[in-house]
C-alpha cells in the first residue's frame, strides 16, 4: 500500500491559517520530524521513505532490524501525506518530482506560487482539519 505521489503539488490544506510555512516547534513530534528530514534534504524521500523513517526515529528502530520493519510498516494502510501536520497546520504545500521526490515549500513562497500555475504536475488540496 504506497502513499507515493508523482509529479504531483499537494497544497496547504484549506481550512489552515498559516500565512507561512512555520517550522513545528515540538522537534519530536510527526510534524517536526516530517520538517527535519524535508528541510534538510528535500527530494532525498519518496512519502513512503519518509513516513518510515518518522516511524523508525519514534519506535528507536534501527540497524538490522529497520529491514524486517520496512516490509511491515509498508504492508500496512496508512494515511498519505495529505494528511500531514505540515499541510494542515504549519503552512506547508509539498511537490513530489516525476520520481516521486518529496520537498516542501511555504505558502508565502514563489515557488508555491509557481506550482499552483503548473500544467505539467497534478495539484491536489492539503486534507481539512476540520469536517465542514
Request: proline share 5%.
Amino acid at each position: 500500500m504506497t502513499t507515493d505521489y508523482f509529479s504531483t503539488f499537494i497544497t496547504a490544506s484549506p481550512d489552515s491559517t498559516a500565512a507561512q510555512g512555520v517550522p513545528p516547534a515540538k522537534p519530536e513530534t510527526i510534524a517536526g520530524l516530517q520538517y527535519v528530514l524535508l528541510s534538510q534534504h528535500p527530494y532525498a524521500r519518496t512519502s513512503d521513505e519518509l513516513l518510515f523513517d518518522v516511524h523508525c526515529q519514534r519506535s528507536g528502530i534501527g540497524g538490522a532490524a529497520k529491514g524486517a520493519a520496512r516490509e511491515s510498516f509498508l504492508a500496512k494502510s496508512k494515511a498519505c501525506l495529505r494528511a500531514s501536520p505540515l499541510v494542515k497546520q504549519h503552512g506547508w504545500g509539498l511537490h513530489f518530482d516525476k520520481d516521486g521526490k518529496v520537498a516542501l515549500y511555504g505558502v508565502e513562497s514563489a515557488e508555491y506560487r509557481h506550482f499552483l500555475q503548473c500544467d505539467d504536475i497534478k495539484v491536489i488540496p492539503g486534507m481539512r482539519s476540520n469536517r465542514a
